[in-house]
């Protein structure tokens, strides 16, 4: 490996605009330069040895002159210098100079000053030769003992690393952090401690455990963090050990920092699935969801609500804590809230449905006091949705839900308001005990409502359902009341031409003092008339609509005219009152026709709600039992229809869900007895938090090895189609900075393949080391090609490439030269195919035409299923006048050479 691919933990930027400095001054400013110009100096060194530079000549000048300085700046960059420089000779033996580097990091293990102790006992952490860390061993180990916490934490860190690259340096590490450990106060101290004797020595780790088990509560965080860590894997390799330390976790629940409490509660999960045991986490979990500010830490805390919702043990746990997850609703996030709306959804029951229908019906009420933001149309939405959900799947929450819902369809969101028509129109088909307070309710609100989709949607509900004599009186009325004076036409025109009308106000102006020329004082009063200007106008609802060009709900309104009137016919049998009632439908729809056609409206009718309007008053001045059935029967059956689909459409999606959740056990599954299964075979213990570390590396080498059923085969990736003529799969190994693709390449064909080679592109820092050589495969042969690919960073890379091959045959062919008497180029082709018996395939329409020459290929198969393959090339020339013959020549490949000889003949 070059100096440029050797590890290094440092990063130092780089500016590419200066040009790197020679050596000799580098060497002359580290000599004879004041402290600032050798820091100068220093850095760029340490530039150029990143970037591949050697520099040999400079180390013996830096140990003389810049190593016995005391300067903190210069101490910091020799740090990062020492980590880089090369510290061996090519052959792997340590550099005689680097004795004195290791005399000077003694040295400073003894310095008075702690940041210098510290910072060096940090470097010492990355050395990875042990001939230098053998004479510093005394010092460092006296470094535990220093007055300053920040000394001998990092002193702990330097002993854990170094027993776990070099144990014969330290073999008593374990028993002298374990006793450190138990004199040592600081928090910090005792954490580094205690995290190296979990990864060194777990048992002596179990030990001190046990004799301050009921004090953990009083440690810091940071040394909670760990016992909870050390509970996790201790828990995980021997499940015997959970009575001992789950009194512990539930301890560390009441824990005052956030990320304690949420790792207890995840590895109270884990080890166990107890009723009180999940409680106590969920609980955990919603506190911490109420009391963290951020709103990343409540999605992601959310996420774990779910996941243990999706077990079907726990979600009776869950669901006694529908209320308490419903105070999640404080938080103003919109996704928060949603997914709080969607958990409380999934785990409402029979026993708490009612709560959660109060509470959503308080939060409702509250989004009308609040001032109007982005997300609060959507909050409410969503809470609309979710009380149209639980009237659904609890139909006698319907009549505590519809009262409040129904004041949203004067909602100015629209969304909002389609939601609650929806849950209405589905309401009022479903449950007919309800359907007189729903039409109450929409008569109330009927006058206020400002959407014209919402409008629609309201005039097709009454219409529909309005079966009482006094019901379509009302819904008249409403009408009569949202249409304004009629005919519209008429009235409309009379405003404009500014006439005075009952409301107008005449009014007094003040009286006014004034002066005259004579110096006497005179009076001065004025009569005016106040009357309100076209904008400041209220207009009734629907006739604002029909005059901004919306006469798609005047067509919703001829529909309802028309079941109503109807109905009426059928309810009263006083001829004059049907008469009257079915004469003022009429004479509604007739003005609407009339206010249409007229240029009023912003926008003219269109033809369909012309054609509409004009068949509901064909079909009033009839009244056939045949439209009677269909207005007032087949348009419900349609909509009942529809709403029956929608349904089993949902408990379809919803059996889906529940399958996907429930665990099932097939009759003829193993059964595993954890006594009987061997270590390797324990997935279930398997150490979760060295499995992700592992993963995160790329090194699973030591899982692969101890558990004999892991094999390559999980790590084969297909390359081609299984129906390809070459099947090509690659085998994927990656070890630290190499990728090694073993590819096997399968002929399927029954030819031999020639020159087979396997062309590889990387795209990112990727670099193919080397180009795989070609192969011969032979029918139905296989072979194995192997390619080096060097990985230079850490960011993404893709790796792709072909199978390019060469098809083999053994054929013969011969070229015969034409020699004939005919003098036409059509005429000599089929000539050639009538002797031959050949068959030409160039099609016909590329031969048509005359231009002095022609190309044809032409094709045979003998009864011995011998194939011939003829390439005629042929030309007129013209320059030998027309009476010329043809010339030209012709390519015979055939497979076997009777075919070809006998060609040839045919030819000649």
């Not at 100068?40 to 040999?56: D, Q």
């Not at 009262?403 to 088909?429: G, H, K, T």
């Not at 056609?597 to 039992?625: A, F, N, Q």
Request: charged share 25%.
């Amino acid at each position: 490996m070059t100096a440029a691919e050797n590890v290094c933990y440092t990063l130092i930027n780089v500016p590419m605009d200066s040009e790197p400095p020679s050596e000799i001054s580098l060497k002359n400013d580290l000599e004879k330069g004041d402290v600032k110009s050798k820091t100068e100096a220093l850095k760029k060194v340490i530039i150029m040895i990143l970037n591949g530079e050697k520099l040999p000549g400079l180390l013996m000048t830096i140990i003389r002159f810049v190593l016995p300085l005391q300067d903190h700046t210069i101490k910091k960059l020799l740090l990062v210098f020492w980590e880089i420089v090369p510290k061996t000779t090519p052959d792997g033996r340590l550099l005689h100079e680097m004795i004195l580097v290791c005399d000077a990091y003694r040295k400073d293990l003894q310095h008075p000053n702690e940041f210098i102790r510290g910072s060096t006992l940090r470097f010492l952490c990355k050395l990875k030769e042990a001939e230098l860390l053998e004479p510093l061993m005394p010092a460092i180990r006296a470094c535990l003992e220093h007055r300053h916490s920040y000394v001998r934490r990092n002193a702990v860190l330097a002993i854990y690393t170094i027993y776990r690259n070099f144990e014969h340096l330290i073999p008593d590490a374990p028993e002298l952090i374990h006793d450190f450990l138990v004199n040592e106060k600081d928090a910090s101290c005792k954490r580094n401690a205690f995290m190296m004797l979990i990864h060194a020595d777990q048992d002596r780790a179990l030990d001190y455990l046990s004799t301050c088990i009921d004090q953990v509560q009083t440690f810091g965080d940071i040394l909670q963090l760990v016992i909870v860590e050390l509970i996790y894997k201790v828990c995980h390799a021997n499940p015997s050990e959970r009575a001992r330390f789950i009194r512990c976790i539930y301890n560390l629940l009441q824990s005052s920092s956030p990320a304690v409490k949420y790792e207890a509660a995840g590895t109270l999960v884990t080890l166990s699935s107890a009723p009180t045991a999940i409680k106590a986490a969920a609980q955990c979990y919603i506190d911490l969801i109420i009391k963290e500010s951020d709103n990343n830490v409540k999605l992601i805390v959310l996420d774990r609500l779910i996941e243990l919702k999706e077990h079907p043990a726990h979600e009776r746990v869950l669901q006694d804590l529908v209320m308490d997850i419903l105070r999640v609703l404080s938080t103003p996030d919109l996704e928060v809230r949603k997914k709080t709306l969607q958990l409380a959804l999934d785990l409402v029951s029979s026993r708490n449905v009612e709560e959660l229908v109060i509470v959503l019906k308080k939060e409702v009420i509250k989004t009308n006091n609040v001032s109007e933001h982005e997300d609060t149309d959507k909050y409410r939405q969503l809470l609309v949705r979710t009380l149209h959900s639980c009237s659904v799947r609890f139909p006698d929450m319907a009549a505590n839900v519809i009262p409040v819902l129904m004041e949203f369809l004067s909602d100015s969101n629209e969304a909002a308001a389609a939601d609650v028509l929806e849950f209405v129109r589905e309401a009022i088909q479903r449950f007919d005990n309800l359907r007189m307070l729903i039409v109450e309710k929409m008569l109330e609100v009927f006058h206020a409502i400002k959407s014209v989709k919402i409008y629609r949607g309201a005039l097709w509900i009454l219409g529909e359902y309005c079966s009482t004599k006094e019901d379509i009186q009302s819904v008249m009325t409403e009408v009569r009341r949202s249409l304004g004076e009629i005919p519209i036409v008429e009235s409309e025109i009379k405003k404009e031409a500014g006439e005075l009308k009952p409301e107008e106000e005449i009014t007094v102006g003040p009286v006014q003092k004034l002066v005259t020329e004579m110096g006497t004082y005179a009076t001065q009063s004025a009569l005016s008339s106040s009357r309100p200007t076209k904008k400041e106008e209220e207009r009734p609802p629907l006739r604002g609509f029909l005059l901004d060009g919306d006469f798609f709900v005047a067509a919703s309104l001829a529909t309802t005219l028309t079941k109503i009137a109807l109905r009426y016919v059928a309810l009263v049998q006083e001829k004059k009152k049907q008469n009257s009632f079915v004469a003022e439908a009429m004479l509604l729809m007739a003005t609407i026709l009339h206010l249409g056609k007229s240029s009023l409206p912003k926008k003219p009718i269109t033809d369909d709600d012309v054609d509409r309007i004009s068949l509901c008053l064909k079909v009033l001045s009839e009244c056939s039992p045949l439209m009677n059935d269909i207005f007032n029967k087949e348009c419900r059956q349609s909509l009942s229809h529809m709403l029956s689909a929608k349904l089993e459409e949902e408990k379809l999606s919803q059996k889906k869900e529940s399958e996907k959740r429930n665990v099932t056990v097939q009759p003829d599954d193993p059964i595993s007895f954890m006594q009987l299964t061997a270590k390797n075979e324990m997935n279930c213990k398997e150490d979760q938090f060295q499995l992700s570390l592992l993963a995160a590396m790329g090194n699973t080498q030591r899982k692969e090895a101890a558990d004999p059923l892991a094999s390559k085969l999980n790590k084969v990736t297909q390359l081609t189609g299984f129906s390809d003529p070459v099947y090509a799969e690659a085998y994927v190994h990656v070890n630290q900075y190499d990728i090694v693709l073993d590819v096997l390449v399968v002929n399927q064909t029954s030819d031999t393949l020639q020159n087979c080679t396997l062309e590889l592109a990387t795209l990112g820092d990727l670099k193919l080391v080397e180009k795989p050589s070609p192969l011969t495969l032979a029918p139905h042969d296989f072979a194995n090609i192997k390619a080096n690919v060097k990985v230079a960073s850490t960011e993404n890379g893709i790796i792709f490439g072909n199978i390019g091959k060469e098809l083999f045959y053994s054929m013969w062919w011969s070229n015969v030269t034409v020699n004939t008497n005919i003098i036409d180029l059509n005429d000599y082709l089929q000539h050639i195919l009538k002797s031959t018996n050949m068959k030409c395939l160039t099609p016909e329409k590329a031969l048509s035409g005359y231009c002095g020459f022609m190309a044809a290929n032409l094709y045979a198969r003998s009864i011995f299923g011998e194939d011939a393959l003829a390439n005629v090339s042929i030309e007129k020339p013209i320059q030998q006048g027309p009476e010329a013959p043809v010339t030209g020549h012709i390519r015979i490949r055939a497979k076997s050479q009777v075919t070809l000889l006998y060609l040839r003949c045919s030819l000649n």
